[in-house]
């Protein structure tokens, strides 16, 4: 295997990774606003409090991409588990008790997944893995960032990348988004 993709691990905790989570079943929960700022304030948190570098980002309507590393003293691993924790916290019990056209079906797909995986109590929203790559050059970290920019576009969300709000596309084109970036 090449390097960067052995096994899909974080193997050093303060390498810049290329991450990619995803919810169970590829379920559609972040089509809803509401749910996106859940993972957008759980990231700023994450930055803030928890020692996490974001360099890139982009919410999908069933994922989430980052490129990001973990401050010195810090683990990326850790950081990501607490933020997959919480937010699958805050996610289900939105979805609970807050108006949703589809909490039926969210809920019953959560609750099978939980039932295959013996760590889980009652619904899962996250799959278990993270889909780390390390991003070990200049050409490999520009090639990633691209391509989380441009997923909104490949998807026909938006025609341009700095339209989408739940990206960091707008920082790279001289505006301004939603979470305050690290530098490379």
Request: positive net charge.
């Amino acid at each position: 295997m090449s390097k960067g993709t052995s096994s899909y691990r974080i193997k050093d905790e303060n390498e810049l990774y290329f991450l990619t989570f995803s919810t169970v079943e590829w379920i559609d929960v972040f089509t809803s606003k509401k749910y996106r700022d859940v993972v957008v304030d759980s990231l700023a948190y994450c930055q803030k409090e928890k020692g996490l570098q974001l360099y890139s980002w982009c919410i999908m309507s069933n994922h989430v991409h980052l490129v990001a590393r973990a401050k010195e003293g810090y683990k990326l691993s850790g950081i990501l588990r607490d933020m997959k924790k919480h937010t699958s916290k805050q996610i289900i019990k939105t979805i609970q008790e807050e108006p949703e056209s589809r909490r039926n079906w969210l809920l019953l797909v959560m609750k099978s997944s939980a039932m295959k995986n013996s760590k889980i109590q009652s619904y899962q929203l996250w799959r278990n893995d993270n889909h780390p790559i390390v991003l070990y050059s200049s050409k490999i970290i520009d090639q990633k960032v691209n391509y989380i920019h441009n997923n909104p576009v490949e998807s026909g969300i938006v025609d341009n990348a700095e339209d989408y709000l739940y990206s960091s596309a707008r920082d790279y084109t001289e505006g301004t988004g939603l979470l305050k970036l690290a530098i490379f």
